[in-house]
């Protein structure tokens, strides 16, 4: 399979009064054609920033793509205008935002939000436009159509209006399509039935899927490939199965032992020591270095590259480095 998305040294910065966060930290990923890969960390280690770098969401001046490139299906997309930006979105690449309370416009209505990217990148007429829309709505499971349509976003539930989002994004059949946390705040009944419908539209259209997440279940369920952030940097990746039959770092190891094991009855679950390290006081090392059991005097001081650890994986992480002596 070629790569559909290939990004090398990717770093996204934003200024504050306090100086500079480096948000996402020279990382480098690629998704195959046909291939769901899915990021996976804490809150505020990277993933939905990198999701932004993706789709040209990151505006200045606080924010900026600080360096690095971000090539879809042969284009960079660093070096695209608005304009250019603005036809790619939603028709070759689209998003499945985090809350689509929030998302969606709330003073128009559900049936205008659908038709707008078909009129813009299929120029279907109103009439067309209006139909295929119907069409949109019923593959994504929701009854009475035509009522759906005239509704605006404050008349749906949150799992009815995560379904209107899909709609929207896979309506000019995209080839990448990029969900940040499509399950979240809903129950795990909806949660099923909306990773079906993903799995479902890639499999009809090989599309390919960049899957943010938190949550280890999806990740076991969707992934072909895993890449696992921790404050703005890739520590670990590798193929679904092996990065859980075997996981290497240290955070990736505690990720898994933090999720609950059905039949396994426990006094109390595990939960990794420690915070995530302030993004303004990093300091060259493993970020991890605080929360590690296994630290040493080198991860305190400098920065472990990402190698390969196995057939189909990668960790950074000085254990698996050749030996250094600090003293």
């Known amino acids: 399979m070629n790569d559909l998305l290939n990004i090398e040294h990717l770093s996204t910065h934003f200024k504050t009064e306090e100086g500079t966060i480096k948000a996402v930290d020279d990382i480098s990923l690629h998704v195959r054609k046909g291939e ?49 930006l603005r036809h790619l979105r939603g028709n070759e690449i689209a998003m499945i935002f985090q809350e689509p309370m929030s998302s969606l416009n709330p003073v128009i209505t559900i049936g205008e939000q659908i038709v707008e990217p078909l009129r813009v990148h299929l120029n279907l007429s109103r009439r067309d436009a209006h139909t295929r829309a ?14 759906i349509f005239r509704s605006y976003p404050h008349e749906l539930s949150g799992g009815m209006l995560q379904r209107i989002m899909i709609a929207i994004a896979i309506s000019c059949n995209p080839k990448l399509l990029i969900a940040d946390e499509p399950t979240t705040a809903l129950d795990v009944t909806i949660q099923a039935q ?3 419908l993903l799995r479902r539209f890639k499999e009809d259209s090989d599309m390919s899927i960049l899957l943010i997440t938190h949550d280890l279940g999806v990740v076991a369920e969707m992934a072909d490939y895993v890449i696992v952030m921790y404050s703005g940097k890739i520590v670990e990746e590798g193929e679904v199965t092996q990065l859980f039959a075997n996981p290497k770092h240290p955070y990736t190891q505690g990720l898994l032992r933090s999720k609950p094991v059905i039949n396994q009855r426990q006094d109390e679950l595990y939960s990794i020591p420690g915070q995530v390290p302030n993004p303004l006081e990093l300091q060259p090392s493993c970020y991890f270095h605080d929360r590690c059991e ?16 196995g057939e189909q994986q990668k960790a950074a992480c000085w254990l698996y480095e050749e030996a250094k002596v600090y003293a």
């Open 194 to 196: 909306i990773l079906d």
């Open 294 to 309: 296994h630290c040493m005097a080198v991860c305190r001081i400098e920065e472990p590259n990402l190698k390969k650890v």
């Open 36 to 84: 769901t890969v899915c990021i996976v960390g804490e809150s505020g280690c990277g993933k939905s920033i990198t999701a932004m770098s993706i789709m040209g969401l990151i505006e200045g001046p606080a924010g900026k793509v600080a360096g690095g490139s971000i090539h879809f299906d042969g284009r960079d997309l660093t070096k695209l205008n608005r304009h250019e």
């Open 134 to 147: 119907i069409e949109l709505i019923e593959q994504v499971g929701i009854s009475r159509p035509e009522q």
